[in-house]
Each structure stands twice: as structure tokens, then as C-alpha cells.
């Protein structure tokens, strides 16, 4: 499912979450689910200027928990 208004490559842990909760969100009103399951993978920037990847995960019920 799309993330709308998240870029392909998410940076930061914020836009990756994000992605991910808006992933499940769509996920689960595709199919008019129960149960909606997000992923999304970003890259975060250190202090001293190296990247490490991130990945979220999220989900989204029909009573609007995540």
C-alpha cells in the first residue's frame, strides 16, 4: 500500500514511523480488514555523519488503535 507524503527513502526515525503507520492504514482499508500491517524501511543520520538503516513496523485495527 502507498505511504502518502512520505519519500522513497524515508530519513529519520519520524518519517520512517510515519511510512509505516500509513502503510498500515491503507493496508487495512484495502481489504475493509480487521487488521492493517505497515512496514517501512528509512535511514537515520548519525551525529558524526555515518547513516545505519531503521525499520519500523505498525499496525492499524479497525477501532483506530496503531
Same mark, same amino acid.
Given at each position: 500500500?502507498? +505511504? &502518502?507524503? %512520505? &519519500?522513497?527513502? &524515508? %530519513? #529519520?526515525? /519520524?518519517e520512517t514511523i510515519r511510512g509505516a503507520v500509513q502503510r498500515a492504514r491503507a493496508a487495512r482499508l484495502a481489504l475493509d480488514a480487521d487488521i492493517g500491517v505497515g512496514? @517501512?524501511? #528509512?535511514? %537515520? @543520520?548519525? @551525529? /558524526?555523519?555515518?547513516?545505519?538503516?531503521?525499520?519500523? +513496523?505498525?499496525v492499524a485495527l479497525r477501532d483506530g488503535r496503531e
Amino acid at each position: 500500500a502507498e +505511504a &502518502p507524503g %512520505v &519519500p522513497d527513502q &524515508p %530519513v #529519520g526515525d /519520524d518519517e520512517t514511523i510515519r511510512g509505516a503507520v500509513q502503510r498500515a492504514r491503507a493496508a487495512r482499508l484495502a481489504l475493509d480488514a480487521d487488521i492493517g500491517v505497515g512496514l @517501512e524501511g #528509512g535511514v %537515520v @543520520e548519525l @551525529e /558524526d555523519g555515518a547513516m545505519r538503516s531503521c525499520a519500523w +513496523a505498525a499496525v492499524a485495527l479497525r477501532d483506530g488503535r496503531e
